[in-house]
């Protein structure tokens, strides 16, 4: 099976770095993804809103350098989470993000020595990505 997505857009908000028990860097963030289709005779802006999930060597940079209206491109996978809550069966799609690309000029957190847009963080391709969950 082929399961690959590549979304570019906004942070919606600052990225949240958090740990796993097993010391794993964890970072989240949402990205704005906005479109433009045609519907009849008028263009309507679509927005999709993108839960991203980055972890291992590029969660601490992304959680560093990234900040709320950032524009950033991502590369990875779709994964559903399932779970319980008062007794309702939930779910929701997020990405595992595989590599991250920093666009724009930067701003917010980005510091003098950070990374240049379009600098990408990606595991090396001989190092296996185990997911914390």
Known sequence: M????IFAGNLTRDPELRYSAQGTPICNFSLAVNS?????????DEVLFIDI???????????????????ALVEGRLRERRWEKDGQQRSK???LAQGVRF????GGKRQSEGPQ?????????????????
């Open 117 to 133: 847009a379009g600098e990408t963080y990606m595991p090396p391709p001989d190092e296996a990505i185990d997911e914390p969950f």
């Open 36 to 44: 433009r289709v045609k519907q009849a005779n008028e263009w309507k």
């Open 103 to 106: 666009l724009g000029s930067g």
């Open 93 to 95: 799609f997020e990405v």
């Open 53 to 71: 999930v980055v972890f291992g060597k590029q969660a601490e940079p992304c959680s560093q350098y990234l900040s709320k209206g950032r524009p």
């Open 2 to 5: 082929f399961n690959k997505v």
